[in-house]
């Protein structure tokens, strides 16, 4: 499965984006999907998760209630719906996949997840 992310940009502080995850190569019926961001000298930082068993979400508190996550098996794409962005939401934003249905395993272990996709950046300005 290959992973692309897309929809980043320059927005105003409390704008707001959409990314998209296109996969091709195969289905993501089967894999949780995720979203992690890393800004310039900072860790690699888990966003929000969606299960494909259950469609269960997870969020870090610093996104809650602010962004959703969303997927479309159809269209082989999820989405990060980013609401009332925060300059601190600035950072390149990639999507992954991994058939675990514990989303524990998305969130604690993203060296252990199957596949990752290219970032886009999104750049938040005060």
């Known amino acids: 499965v290959q992973l692309q992310a897309s929809g980043g940009g320059s927005v105003q502080a409390g704008g707001s984006l959409r990314l998209s995850c296109a996969a091709s190569?195969?289905?993501?019926?089967?894999?949780?999907m995720a979203w992690f961001r890393q800004a310039p000298g900072k860790e690699r930082e888990f966003v929000a998760a969606?299960?494909?068993?259950?469609?269960?979400?997870r969020y870090s508190d610093s996104v809650k209630g602010r962004f959703t996550i969303s997927r479309d098996d159809a269209k082989t794409t999820v989405y990060l719906q980013m609401n009332s962005l925060k300059p601190e939401d600035a950072a390149v934003y990639y999507c992954?996949?991994?058939?675990?249905?514990?989303?524990?395993?998305?969130?604690?272990?993203?060296?252990?997840?199957?596949?990752w996709g290219k970032g886009t950046q999104v750049t938040v300005s005060s």
């Open positions: 992954a996949a991994d058939p675990a249905r514990d989303l524990n395993v998305l969130v604690f272990r993203p060296v252990a997840i199957d596949y």
């Open positions: 190569g195969g289905t993501i019926s089967r894999y949780s």
């Open positions: 969606i299960s494909w068993s259950s469609g269960t979400t």
